[in-house]
């Protein structure tokens, strides 16, 4: 069973950074795409960042330049670089993986980040 944790979320000030992490276990990490959503109180949840199999990454318009998504097959984790954080980033995060070939979605459970002064 595959199995996605985040860790990494907290209280930062505006301005500042923090690194996500999502491990997965129970798949050899294959993943024909991996991503990270977030979902703020009162909102819909949306992408923020995905990489693909081959390291092709794409941003939503709200966070490129700011944050980069990477991974690394050899851990299996991927992780979320958050910088120059704005508190309209504050949100819980959840990552995501697409796995080949079945295509099924796994969620992790979430880790919020809180950006404020």
């Known amino acids: 069973q595959v199995q996605l944790v985040e860790s990494g979320g907290g209280l930062v000030q505006p301005g500042g950074s923090l690194r996500l992490s999502c491990a997965a276990s129970?798949?050899?990490?294959?993943?024909?795409?991996l991503n990270w959503y977030r979902q703020a109180p009162g909102k819909q949840r949306e992408l923020v960042a995905t990489?693909?199999?081959?390291?092709?990454?794409e941003y939503a318009d709200s966070v490129k330049g700011r944050f980069t998504i990477s991974r690394d097959n050899g851990k299996g984790t991927m992780y979320l670089q958050m910088n120059s954080l704005k508190p309209e980033d504050t949100a819980a995060y959840y990552c995501?993986?697409?796995?080949?070939?079945?295509?099924?979605?796994?969620w992790g459970q979430g880790t919020q980040v809180t950006v404020s002064s």
């Open positions: 995501n993986g697409v796995e080949r070939p079945t295509g099924r979605n796994y």
């Open positions: 129970g798949s050899g990490f294959r993943f024909s795409s």
């Open positions: 990489i693909t199999a081959d390291g092709s990454t």
